[in-house]
């Protein structure tokens, strides 16, 4: 009977005696976690028709649920622990915490840099930079680095931050570093279209009043751009949000248990977590694998509808 329970389930035994003393001679009721096996039981996922040895469960295992369900011991109820909790060799104590907020700190450290050195960057190469030769060349490999896989970025990522800088591996840091490289180019590249569509006779009333040129760029130029902007940038921090393939060159797909608290703590991130759930052999974990992948595509689907909404409120037709 001892199997049919999850290993965190003396625990919650222990702590509801520490907080209540007085209840320890007395007959209490307490619910506790059960084993994944127990789960999968329960929602007829394994065949209790086959012979003992072809499954993970025995049939003194089956007579001890049976007796508890119909004795109404069992109850169903939503696990909040797969927000509580961080990961864990045991699907049923194994949560997203840790992958969320290592996602969230490396989107931090991916916007502060992206967005600034992109939008500048952007305003310099469409409003100040002289047309010639060079900034031709810029222009042609800004285009091709957006094309370039995002596996080159974490080589670059590991090769230079990691065993040059000697940076932390698995932190948030390198890895916000590392997509912001990735997501530069598409910053640029919206941020340069969102300024090339303001008419150019806003320019040149602003000129015909006496502004100069930074007064033009700051004042009236990407202020009126800044719906294209901000698109661009959510666009691409939300693809950014989620890529794995750079982020396993720099060693964030390791098993974190730990909930990471500053950007160079050891740290996953949820497109990691769930390719690692994903492959492990434990049948429970399928489906924890599901619940991850659909919290990561609601992130994605609100970071895209902010997008929408804030271009629409901003943007002006001419």
């Known amino acids: 009977m001892n199997k049919i329970l999850s290993t965190a ?187 090339a569509s303001i008419p150019p006779s806003i320019r040149e009333a602003a000129y015909g009043v006496g502004a100069s040129q930074m007064q033009v760029i700051i004042h009236h130029v990407v202020p009126l751009a800044l719906p294209g902007i901000l698109t661009g940038t959510i666009i691409g921090i939300a693809r950014a949000a989620g890529e794995t393939a750079p982020l396993l060159m720099i060693g964030m797909m390791a098993f974190i248990v730990d909930v990471p608290s500053k950007i160079t703590d050891k740290a996953t991130v949820l497109p990691a977590q769930i390719y690692m759930w994903a492959n492990n052999p434990e049948r429970s974990f399928e489906y924890l694998t599901s619940a991850a992948i659909l919290i990561l595509l609601l992130i994605l689907i609100i970071m895209n509808l902010l997008a929408i909404l804030l271009r629409r409120k901003y943007e002006r037709r001419w």
């Open 9 to 195: 389930a003396y625990i919650k035994i222990k702590d509801f005696y520490i907080k209540n003393p007085s209840l320890i001679d007395k007959k209490n009721r307490i619910y506790v976690t059960a084993s994944d096996d127990v789960d999968l039981v329960l929602k007829k996922i394994i065949d209790v028709t086959l012979p003992e040895n072809m499954r993970t469960v025995s049939n003194d295992q089956l007579k001890y649920i049976s007796f508890l369900n119909e004795d109404n011991r069992i109850k169903n109820q939503i696990s909040w622990k797969l927000f509580q909790n961080s990961d864990s060799r045991e699907p049923e104590l194994a949560g997203l915490k840790g992958g969320i907020v290592g996602t969230l700190l490396t989107m931090f450290v991916t916007l502060i840099i992206s967005f600034p050195i992109g939008v500048l960057a952007a305003i310099y190469l469409e409003e100040i930079a002289p047309k010639n030769r060079i900034t031709d060349i810029i222009e042609v490999n800004i285009n091709n680095l957006a094309a370039v896989p995002s596996i080159v970025y974490g080589l670059l990522g590991l090769a230079v931050f990691l065993n040059y800088l000697n940076m932390p591996r698995s932190a948030p840091l390198v890895g916000g570093i590392v997509l912001a490289l990735m997501t530069l180019p598409v910053i640029i590249i919206a941020t340069r279209a969102a300024l």
